[in-house]
């Protein structure tokens, strides 16, 4: 069964750092683009990062730049999250995608993943 599984999200306080791990079973992950998106109640997904199947091209969205970095290990078929300085808007169900090409567009995700909770709050 192919899936991908989202790990590491829970509670932080604001100003503090959680790593999203994202493991593949089925999926070759570096045959893929990968990104990372987020939805929080009420709102639209949103694409958050996106990192090439080789790793040598990233993009961020403004809303983490600076923040947040994406990162891969093709080798533990896995891809990263690094979130540093979270913010209480930062609070949604993060989701791993494989995409088509990168970009931070919901249109072009080719397969997600099930999603974890973050949640920034003191």
């Known amino acids: 069964q192919s899936q991908l599984v989202e790990s590491g999200g829970g509670l932080v306080q604001p100003g503090g750092s959680l790593r999203l791990s994202c493991a593949a079973s089925g999926f070759t992950l570096a045959s893929y683009a990968t990104g990372w998106f987020r939805q929080a109640p009420g709102k639209e997904r949103e694409g958050l990062s996106c990192?090439?199947?080789?790793?040598?091209?990233?993009n961020h969205a403004d809303s983490v730049k600076g923040r947040f970095t994406i990162s891969r290990e093709n080798a533990k078929n896995t891809v990263y999250l690094r979130m540093n300085s979270l913010k209480p808007e930062d609070t949604a169900v993060y989701y791993c995608?494989?995409?088509?090409?990168?970009?931070?567009?919901?249109?072009?995700?080719?397969?997600w993943g099930q999603g974890t909770q973050v949640t920034v709050s003191s």
């Open positions: 995608a494989l995409l088509l090409r990168c970009t931070l567009v919901v249109g072009n995700v080719h397969y």
């Open positions: 990192i090439s199947s080789s790793g040598g091209y990233t």
